[in-house]
């Protein structure tokens, strides 16, 4: 997936960046703080898979030495032409930048919203958040205490593992993602979800995949028109994009835990239903589409 322009250049508003004191602390420890804060995003499903796949800092590389040292994270090498296409970083920054412009327009029009930029940081090792203290285990996830996403872009290395792609539209999509459950924020809606109810049918489930879906509007938007930040989105990537969402469903963590799909137990919905929200926000670009809330009777 290939950035145009300026945005080849890692371009991205309010991304700032940090190195954590590598202490490697167990997610466990974010979990309680992160989920009071809602709209975890991937937060449940990283921590299934720190479970699952052996837990620890080696799966997402976390608590893992920084050869920058602990202040010295910069996104300088972001300034360079095509960094954004190079590095991970950069084009996690670029992507904000991205998202930045693209809802400034939408939110209001679709649905008649006040927009607010978010901010993202991108983080080594460790990171203290609005929601609490978090690791690189933890995943990415957005905090809306102080609005802000978390990202180390080492997750993105983890993907294979569960048969989703590292390819660039896939880590897109799940910075785009984060950013949904930014647009639910200024929507009123992210409090709705309740991690403690799980299921199918769930608040929870409804507001992931709405945030899928927004991440799909994204991609429509920034790939199309004289002014798209992408190239036009090719049939190979967005299969890689649905790959990785169809790879992070709840039936799909839970069958590579060894045990039995357990609706009841959802958070994020089925693998089926991430790649067809995803998709639904992709083919449309319309808010309308992703309504998710409104078909489970949930109300704001």
Avoid at 40 to 61: D, H, R, V
Avoid at 172 to 201: C, F, M, R, V, W
Wanted: hydrophobic share 30%; with cysteine; charged share 15%.
């Amino acid at each position: 997936m290939t950035f145009r322009g300026d945005y080849a250049q890692g371009q991205g508003g309010n991304v700032s960046t940090s190195s954590g004191s590598g202490r490697g602390a167990s997610p466990l420890l974010a979990l309680p703080l992160l989920l009071g804060g809602g709209g975890g995003g991937t937060i449940l499903i990283i921590l299934l898979l720190w479970f699952f796949l052996g837990g620890g800092s080696s799966i997402f590389g976390g608590g893992g030495s920084d050869s920058q040292g602990q202040g010295g994270y910069s996104l300088e090498h972001c300034q360079q032409a095509g960094s954004s296409n190079e590095y991970d970083d950069c084009r996690a920054a670029a992507t904000w930048g991205s998202l930045n412009s693209i809802w400034a327009q939408q939110l209001p029009e679709q649905a008649g919203v006040n927009f607010s930029e978010p901010k993202m940081e991108l983080f080594k090792r460790d990171v203290n958040t609005g929601c609490g203290y978090a690791s690189s285990d933890t995943g990415p996830f957005y905090c809306p205490q102080d609005r802000t996403a978390y990202l180390d872009v080492s997750f993105f290395d983890s993907l294979g593992q569960l048969g989703g792609s590292n390819g660039p539209l896939a880590q897109e999509y799940a910075t785009a993602h984060e950013y949904g459950h930014h647009i639910q924020n200024l929507e009123g809606t992210l409090g709705l979800s309740d991690y403690k109810h799980p299921g199918q049918d769930s608040a929870a489930v409804a507001l992931e995949l709405q945030a899928d879906c927004y991440a799909g509007i994204w991609a429509h938007h920034a790939s199309q028109g004289p002014n798209a930040a992408l190239d036009p989105i090719t049939d190979d990537q967005l299969r890689e994009a649905l790959q990785t969402a169809q790879s992070i469903g709840d039936d799909n963590i839970q069958r590579k835990s060894g045990g039995e799909v357990d609706p009841d137990a959802w958070t994020h919905g089925s693998s089926e239903q991430r790649m067809q929200s995803f998709k639904s926000g992709y083919e449309t670009g319309k808010m309308e589409s992703c309504d998710t809330l409104n078909r489970g009777g949930y109300k704001s």
